[in-house]
């Protein structure tokens, strides 16, 4: 089902969605494709790969693209403190679109992930004054 979730950030939001997602990185909790480069090797080592279309080519290397300019987005912004928030900025040629859109998807999955922990603990409880025999 498609589904937009909107987001109303301010400077705390993004701080703690870049530290989030730092500490996702980090722990190796996100695994990222492959540089489109090696993989366009490995899809020349494939017979099929003569047999496809320009169109088929193309659709087969976009991810892999867009993964290398995420990752290039990413080493390119500065960090900065002010107040215990974190400000990460772009280039003045360069954009933080993608970066922005992989640390708003991991933070509201980290959400969901720690509202279902809680959920799960919950129901794990036995409250054993409710329980009530039936004969």
Not at 14 to 29: A, F, T, V
Not at 34 to 47: T, V
Not at 53 to 76: D, W
Request: proline share 4%; glycine share 2%; with cysteine.
């Amino acid at each position: 089902i498609p589904c937009i979730i909107p987001i109303t950030a301010h400077p705390e939001f993004n701080s703690n969605m870049w530290i989030d997602l730092s500490r996702c990185l980090r722990n190796e909790e996100i695994a990222f494709l492959i540089d489109d480069a090696e993989y366009k090797q490995m899809l020349m080592s494939d017979k099929d790969y003569v047999l496809m279309t320009s169109e088929e080519k193309a659709q087969q290397l976009v991810p892999y693209i867009q993964t290398t300019a995420l990752i290039n987005e990413a080493v390119n912004l500065s960090q900065e403190w002010r107040n215990g928030v974190l400000r990460l900025s772009e280039p003045r040629t360069g954009y933080k679109d993608r970066i922005v859109a992989c640390g708003y998807g991991n933070y509201i999955a980290t959400k969901i992930i720690n509202k279902m922990e809680q959920l799960s603990q919950k129901s794990e409880e036995i409250d054993w004054d409710e329980l009530q025999l039936v004969f």
